[in-house]
């Protein structure tokens, strides 16, 4: 952070990590201006001990078995957990969450994949259609059912924006409530920090 007196070339430098720094002075400013600032964001400690647990090696399971889980069929056919659900939701005590950090890229589409249009008549956007069951289940139960939101360091200002655009769907910007997903880090097996095309570090959720 902006307290640090170490130039977090010389700490990285010292965890092994020299390899970041190679042909520094022919990089363009701001690819190194990218970095030191990646790097100004991480923990020394944090890099240190993701590189012993890589060393260690992944930990094995003795057999690999499926996850436990509820078929739609038991589940549809258990009045009890539905009544529970039902009352959980009409007490306000429950909030919808999407899972938004991933860009329409494998679509065609530049923009957050919650954007892309997917019911064929009224070309709904994702957004707008689980925006729509929101609403129904507002009315149906009597609930402010709050919409959390995780989008990516990619994507948050575009998500953001959208909504705004959209006036919030008809769900009042106050019930919306956007966060973004941790990333870490990414490594080489060897445990080196991996550099990406901006010159900055490259991140993984």
């Known amino acids: 952070g902006a307290g640090t007196d170490h130039d977090p070339r010389e700490v990285f430098e010292a965890l092994g990590q020299g390899h970041l720094f190679a042909h520094w002075d022919a990089r363009p400013p701001g690819m190194r201006r990218q970095?030191?600032?990646d790097l100004e964001t991480l923990d020394p400690k944090l890099v240190?001990?993701?590189v012993e647990r890589l060393a260690e090696g992944p930990a094995r399971p003795a057999r690999v078995e499926p996850a436990p889980h509820v078929s739609l069929r038991e589940i549809g056919a258990d009045r009890e957990a539905r009544g529970i659900g039902e009352e959980l939701l009409a007490s306000g005590r429950t909030a919808f969450l999407?899972?938004?950090g991933g860009q329409g890229?494998?679509?065609?589409?530049?923009d957050p994949k919650g954007l892309f249009p997917v019911t064929p008549m009224r070309r709904l956007t994702l957004f707008a259609l689980f925006a729509e069951k929101l609403l129904a289940a507002r009315r149906r139960y009597g609930?402010?059912?709050p919409w959390l939101i995780m989008t990516s360091r990619g994507n948050h200002e575009a998500t953001r924006r959208a909504f705004e655009r959209a006036d919030w769907y008809g769900?009042?910007?106050?019930?919306v409530r956007f966060f973004t997903q941790g990333m870490l880090p990414a490594l080489s097996p060897e445990g080196r920090l991996l550099l990406a095309d901006d010159g900055g570090l490259f991140w993984s959720p």
């Open 35 to 37: 970095l030191l600032e």
């Open 48 to 50: 240190a001990s993701l």
């Open 98 to 100: 999407t899972v938004a």
């Open 143 to 145: 609930a402010a059912i």
């Open 105 to 110: 890229s494998r679509l065609g589409f530049d």
């Open 171 to 175: 769900l009042g910007a106050g019930s």
